[in-house]
């Protein structure tokens, strides 16, 4: 079991067994837990917060009765930070439902999506601070006068008058 708070405080415990898989797979998204073909899931759920926050709400409905929450409430409760954190809490439980085998692989499957995730907000970084604003703006202002100048000559003057 993984727990995670939400923005008001509320702990969420997340449970996957395979009850909740199949309640996971019967409910409105259809959604299959083990469909863990090359941690595509894991790709899934990291980049599809609302997703990740519906499947997650469906995994703690019970706790959201008791609570008195409801699902647009619990999504309300999921932004930033806590997203992070309930991401977390899924793709580790989801991880330990698997017998110790699929366990190890998953568990290197997902260490490797949040390397390359981390690469790629590393290297998206490093584009963002080499980029020259306004080498960028005067480029644009060349393409700009440049496409005036070609529809202008394109148009050509006023057509002649018959004699």
Same mark, same amino acid.
């Given at each position: 079991?993984?727990?995670?708070?939400?923005?008001?405080?509320?702990?969420?415990?997340?449970?996957?067994?395979? !009850?909740?898989?199949?309640? $996971? #797979?019967?409910?409105?998204?259809?959604?299959?837990?083990?469909?863990?073909?090359?941690?595509? +899931?894991?790709?899934?759920?990291? @980049?599809?917060?609302?997703?990740? $926050?519906? +499947?997650?709400?469906?995994?703690?409905?019970?706790?959201?009765? =008791?609570?008195?929450?409801?699902?647009?409430?619990?999504? #309300?409760?999921?932004?930033?930070? +806590?997203?992070?954190? %309930? =991401?977390? %809490?899924?793709?580790?439980?989801?991880?330990?439902?698997?017998?110790?085998?699929?366990?190890?692989?998953?568990?290197? %499957?997902? !260490? *490797?999506?949040?390397?390359? @995730?981390?690469? %790629?907000?590393? *290297?998206? +970084? !490093?584009?963002?601070?080499?980029?020259?604003?306004?080498?960028?703006?005067?480029?644009?202002?060349? *393409?700009?006068?440049?496409?005036?100048?070609?529809?202008?000559?394109?148009?050509?003057?006023?057509?002649? =008058?018959?004699?």
């Amino acid at each position: 079991m993984e727990l995670f708070k939400d923005k008001e405080s509320r702990e969420w415990k997340v449970v996957v067994d395979v !009850e909740q898989v199949r309640v $996971v #797979r019967a409910s409105e998204l259809k959604f299959d837990l083990l469909d863990i073909k090359n941690g595509d +899931i894991f790709i899934q759920l990291g @980049e599809d917060p609302v997703l990740l $926050v519906n +499947i997650l709400y469906i995994l703690c409905r019970e706790q959201a009765e =008791t609570y008195g929450v409801s699902d647009v409430q619990f999504g #309300r409760g999921m932004a930033g930070g +806590i997203l992070e954190l %309930a =991401t977390t %809490a899924l793709l580790k439980e989801l991880v330990s439902f698997f017998p110790s085998q699929k366990r190890r692989v998953l568990t290197k %499957a997902l !260490e *490797k999506m949040k390397e390359g @995730e981390g690469l %790629a907000m590393t *290297k998206a +970084i !490093e584009k963002i601070d080499k980029l020259n604003l306004q080498e960028e703006f005067e480029k644009l202002e060349k *393409k700009l006068e440049a496409q005036q100048n070609a529809s202008g000559e394109q148009s050509g003057g006023s057509p002649g =008058t018959s004699a």
